[in-house]
């Protein structure tokens, strides 16, 4: 017959995976700013239902600013871990797939088009099966990594361009709206970008001579000061910008099958 353990004594914690270390408030940064984009995801959500659509894709923005710094600053701290991996692709599920399709469910479908309502559920399919494909990996994905590209279109550009039709529409209100036909294949077609086997290119490719560094830094507070100035702007050009680059990664990719 087993001896009892005596409930005094203290485990040796040593012996069993996963325990518990002890984590400088520094070192826990990383994970609360992934749970504060989710935080802002909700926001957007909550926003969208409101009608305060402007708000909601301030909120998204923010949510893509903490999701692109919350990695980095992981490793540079080194505190990654399984649950930081696993949070951080939660909230981008989030972030980049329920926001942004409940946000262009409640403005371009206010009527509650079943039509619309089911291109938002394409979308948001698309962005959970893209999340789910990066976590497990593969082979084509891993060798499009060590060449700086991406295997279809990243999740946090996929929600840049989910809303590009209502950018544009704040940008020029005097055009007439796209009819819901256009909205609803817009969002199919940018999650069908997202699964898609294209290569996309990656700015962690981009390398730029230490002589002109200066430069940039001075370009990116300057596109800073202009989203701030005139976002809906800013976030066309970039958005139209970005189709541009994907229509010729598609024309190129169409000619290397040729």
Request: with cysteine; proline share 7%; glycine share 8%.
């Amino acid at each position: 017959m087993g001896v009892l353990p005596d409930p005094e004594e203290k485990p040796d914690l040593k012996r069993w995976p996963g325990a518990r270390r002890d984590m400088s408030l520094v070192q826990l940064l990383p994970n609360m700013m992934t749970v504060g984009a989710l935080c802002a995801g909700l926001a957007s959500i909550r926003f969208s239902a409101a009608g305060f659509f402007s708000a909601a894709v301030v909120m998204i923005l923010l949510a893509g600013v903490l999701d692109g710094l919350d990695g980095r600053l992981a490793r540079f701290l080194k505190s990654e871990s399984p649950l930081g991996a696993e949070l951080d692709s939660l909230a981008d599920f989030l972030n980049f797939g329920v926001a942004p399709g409940m946000l262009m469910y409640y403005w371009a479908f206010p009527a509650g088009n079943d039509f619309g309502w089911g291109a938002v559920l394409i979308y948001v399919v698309c962005t959970v099966l893209r999340l789910a494909r990066f976590n497990i990996g593969n082979e084509m994905a891993a060798g499009l990594a060590r060449l700086g590209k991406f295997q279809g279109v990243p999740s946090p550009a996929g929600a840049m361009l989910s809303m590009t039709p209502l950018y544009i529409a704040w940008q020029f209100p005097d055009w007439p709206m796209a009819p819901w036909p256009v909205l609803a294949g817009w969002l199919v077609l940018v999650g069908l970008l997202m699964i898609s086997r294209l290569p996309t290119p990656s700015l962690k490719s981009v390398r730029v001579p230490t002589d002109r560094a200066a430069f940039v830094v001075i370009a990116v507070i300057a596109l800073v000061v202009l989203l701030l100035r005139d976002p809906w702007a800013v976030m066309s050009v970039v958005a139209v910008g970005y189709a541009v680059v994907l229509l010729f990664a598609f024309a190129k990719a169409l000619l290397a099958r040729a």
